[in-house]
T-cell receptor, first 112, second 111 residues
Framework: SQQGEEDPQALSIQEGENATMNCSYK?????LQWYRQNSGRGLVHLIL?????REKHSGRLRVTLDTSKKSSSLLITASRAADTASYFC????????????FGKGTKLTVNP | AAGVIQSPRHLIKEKRETATLKCYPI?????VYWYQQGPGQDPQFLIS???????DKGSIPDRFSAQQFSDYHSELNMSSLELGDSALYFC??????????FGSGTRLTVV
């Protein structure tokens, strides 16, 4: 069954704007991770936020986690055309086996 | 730094043939995961190994099998291939609960 659901499924913005993607999940988690994937290419780990953290920053990335709502958001600030990719959240379930369960992803297009 | 190496990068097989995908994890990573990503889909967990033993199994068809060898590399064997098996197959390795590193994937096309 699907763990993470992402919203929106597709997002198109202009360069310089901020992009916000949301992810919801169903079970208790150990951590939540965000990945980026260029079309048909490999998955690149962006950032990990643990269940006891509420916010994390890495460069132009800001991730929030609300365990009471079982949701997370990824904010990319000052977007660039090179940020065009699909972004997936993935959860590591607490107390379960150590595997990542991916959401359906948000396809981000940044127009120059 | 060494990454997760997958081979081959691309593979074309006919229906009912067999395919073997290989994964070489990052040194000292003791856990290997296999994922399947169909066109326009999210990655789906197939199977994982910890210290050469199967640790978890996901939505892996019975036609597929995998193992991890003494040198920690892993192979995913797929038999009686079907058109629907066409996908990107990713391997990832991890030293624990964090720090997953994915390989570039093997694109399997079944014709």
């Amino acid at each position: 069954s699907q763990q993470g659901e992402e919203d929106p499924q597709a997002l198109s913005i202009q360069e310089g704007e901020n992009a916000t993607m949301n992810c919801s999940y169903k079970t208790s988690i150990n951590n939540l991770q965000w990945y980026r994937q260029n079309s048909g290419r490999g998955l690149v780990h962006l950032i990990l936020i643990r269940s006891n953290e509420r916010e994390k920053h890495s460069g132009r990335l800001r991730v929030t986690l609300d365990t009471s709502k079982k949701s997370s958001s990824l904010l990319i600030t000052a977007s660039r055309a090179a940020d065009t990719a699909s972004y997936f959240c993935a959860t590591l379930t607490q107390g379960g086996s150590e595997k990542l369960v991916f959401g359906k992803g948000t396809k981000l297009t940044v127009n120059p | 730094a060494a990454g997760v190496i997958q081979s081959p990068r691309h593979l074309i097989k006919e229906k009912r043939e067999t395919a073997t995908l290989k994964c070489y994890p990052i040194p000292r990573h003791d856990t290997v995961y296999w994922y399947q990503q169909g066109p326009g889909q999210d990655p789906q967990f197939l199977i994982s190994f910890y210290e050469k033993m199967q640790s978890d199994k996901g939505s892996i068809p019975d036609r597929f099998s995998a193992q991890q060898f003494s040198d920690y590399h892993s192979e995913l064997n797929m038999s009686s291939l079907e058109l629907g098996d066409s996908a990107l197959y990713f391997c990832a390795s991890s030293p624990g609960l964090a720090g997953y590193t994915f390989g570039s994937g093997t694109r399997l096309t079944v014709v």
